[in-house]
């Protein structure tokens, strides 16, 4: 099995601040690594698939980058609906999708 | 656009099946290269792939869960359904039904992600 582990597991932020996301695959995946962002309550929303593609109507301050096992998920300027709980997802050992355990962004 | 809307009982007692169902509306289940898949995330953790499924009725299952777990698709009604059999505390969680998009990454292999969900909706297995 591939595990996915994502880093910081918490982060504190302040609107406007640029942040990033780890996310680390246990053996190569090449560049198949999804992002999603849950809100509380809330089903998860794609942001990033193919690690770098940008989901059609996903604001440009999301960004995804990284090949192999180590991926990142960058939002250029924190606005204060980003605030929630991001997760990485490995689609290349089909038919297991793993997820990372989540990162949660709060404000600081 | 195409919306998917998860239903089934609330509450399950141990032992018994979780039978839920994903209406999918906006769009045909069988159009386009897409999976229909099942998700979970027991309260306060995080996300579980439990199986998908191709309108040809071709299944892939977490194999965690692969002796409990039985995928199905009805065209006719635009469904798909998740049954879980033998339950326990543990399969309390809020379940999900998702689509699947895959798109080329090369000749020979795909892309897969999650691009449309539904709300989720919450199972206690309980006596």
């Known amino acids: 099995d591939i595990q996915m582990t994502q880093s910081p597991s918490s982060l504190s932020a302040s609107v406007g601040d640029r942040v990033t996301i780890t996310c680390r695959a246990s053996q190569s ?3 198949y690594l999804n992002w999603y962002q849950q809100k509380p309550g809330k089903a998860p929303k794609l942001l990033i698939y193919a690690a770098s593609s940008l989901q059609s ?5 999301f960004s995804g980058s990284g090949s192999g096992t180590d991926f990142t998920l960058t939002i250029s300027s924190l606005q204060p609906e980003d605030f929630a709980t991001y997760y990485c997802q490995q689609s290349y050992s089909t038919p297991r999708y793993s997820f990372g355990q989540g990162t949660k962004l709060e404000i600081k | ?3 998917l809307q998860e239903s089934g009982p609330g509450l399950v007692k141990p032992s018994q099946t979780l039978s839920l169902t994903c209406t999918v509306s906006g769009g045909s289940i069988s159009s386009g290269s897409y999976y229909w ?8 953790k995080g996300l579980e792939w439990i199986g998908r499924i191709y309108t040809s009725g071709s299944t892939n299952y977490n194999p ?3 002796s409990r777990v039985t995928i199905s698709v009805d065209t006719s009604k635009n469904q798909f359904s998740l049954k879980l059999s033998s339950v326990t505390a543990a399969d309390t ?18 892309y897969y992600y999650m691009d449309v969900w539904g ?3 919450t199972v206690t297995v309980s006596s």
């Open chain 1, 29 to 31: 995946i090449s560049s």
């Open chain 1, 57 to 61: 109507g996903v604001p440009s301050r």
């Open chain 2, 1 to 3: 656009q195409v919306q």
């Open chain 2, 37 to 44: 898949s099942w998700i979970r995330q027991p309260a306060g």
């Open chain 2, 64 to 66: 965690s869960l692969k």
């Open chain 2, 93 to 110: 969680a809020v379940y999900y039904c998702a689509r699947v998009r895959q798109v080329p990454a090369d000749d020979y292999y795909y």
């Open chain 2, 119 to 121: 709300k989720g909706t």
